[in-house]
């Protein structure tokens, strides 16, 4: 069956030389891939990058040319990637069918605190975190955690390990503070969790239209380049 298949991603919009444009342009090279895999299947593709206006989707899906169904690769708009969501929204609004998360699990994916929340609220381990927003501090029972051990500091918001390096973890209140400032700086709100050093796997969980897990993939931590941590920095994810 041919279908005519809209390829939607956010057009990156950083300097090439921002430190953090990889990660935004990185999106071009799963819109490439895909293309090449669906194309010789005898499918009509066209691609769409929003960059400051979605009215060329609007116009898209009330034209000849409406799409079957979208790929959707939107990880923001404008330059926001909380934006995140509202794009996936748009399509629904647009009642086209797109692949991957509704407007709920990509919401709920970007907002760490409150899905750490609904973790506690399932009775699910988590460490114990709390959220700086900007112009706060750390809390004295955070501070005190440290006697037992580091904490990690990263964005509340982000994801693809943005503003996470070797440096996000801290064993001192100085460190801590240093941290919480640059990510307020960058980011927005800080959270602020205690650090749990192990074994880290990525999990991904399809619906065909029931729930299927795929193969677990372990991650292999570069402990040397990370500051002999477990974690995945994002120059280890980008560059």
Partial sequence: ??????????????????????????VLE????????????????????LATDFEPLVKLARGQSRPDVVVNF??????????????AGLLDLLELPYTGSPVEALALARDKSRTKYLL????LPTPEFEVVEVGGRASPAMIARLAAGPLFVKPASEDAS????????VSTAATLAERVADIH????AALVERFVDGREFNTSVIALPDPRVLP?????????????WGIVTCDAKWT
């Fill in 74 to 87: 939107c990880e923001g708009f404008a330059g926001q990637p909380e934006l995140e969501p509202q794009a």
């Fill in 30 to 49: 799963s819109v490439d891939a895909v293309e090449a895999a669906l194309a010789p299947r005898g499918h009509a593709i066209e691609r769409l990058g």
């Fill in 216 to 228: 677990l993939a372990e991650v292999n931590f570069n402990r040397e380049a990370s500051g002999g």
């Fill in 185 to 188: 700086q960058r980011y927005g």
């Fill in 162 to 169: 943005l503003g996470i390096g070797p440096e996000s973890v």
């Fill in 1 to 26: 069956l041919s279908m005519r298949i809209l390829i939607l991603y956010n057009a990156p919009l950083l300097d090439p030389d921002h430190r953090d444009y990889a990660q935004e342009a990185g």
């Fill in 120 to 123: 506690q609220g399932a009775g």
